[in-house]
């Protein structure tokens, strides 16, 4: 079985950290690229992040640059996303899910890219984020 299980969401004040996790079982987060992506009800899911398979380059939106930082311990299989200086507008259920590693469209986050939505094939159950001001 494939599966990816978000955790790490919570209330936080304006200011505030927290690290969400996704963790992976029945492949190897390795072979892919992990996508972290955020959606308010009725909105379209929004790309934050991405770490590429293999060589493991980073990009991110505008929105978070310079606060959000993705990393990935190959050892638990695991992709973390820890979130700096948050803001109410953070706020939303975050995903995290995984690409093939050879995909020819590509979106653009910020100066860097990532996978276009449609491409990321796996995902997980979401984590509900809150910062309140």
């Known amino acids: 079985q494939v599966q990816l299980v978000e955790s790490g969401g919570g209330l936080v004040q304006a200011g505030g950290s927290l690290r969400l996790s996704c963790a992976a079982s029945g492949f190897s987060l390795d072979n892919y690229t992990i996508g972290w992506f955020r959606q308010t009800p009725g909105k379209e899911r929004e790309g934050v992040s991405c770490?590429?398979?293999?060589?493991?380059?980073?990009a991110y939106a505008d929105s978070v640059k310079g606060r959000f930082t993705i990393s990935r311990d190959s050892a638990k299989n695991t992709v973390y996303l820890q979130m700096d200086s948050l803001k109410p507008e953070d706020t939303a259920v975050y995903y995290c899910?995984?690409?093939?590693?050879?995909?020819?469209?590509?979106?653009?986050?910020?100066?860097?890219?990532?996978?276009?939505?449609?491409?990321?094939?796996?995902w997980g159950q979401g984590t509900q984020v809150t910062v309140s001001s």
């Open positions: 770490i590429k398979s293999s060589a493991g380059n980073t």
């Open positions: 899910a995984a690409a093939a590693p050879i995909k020819i469209r590509i979106e653009q986050y910020g100066t860097g890219w990532c996978p276009a939505l449609a491409d990321f094939g796996s």
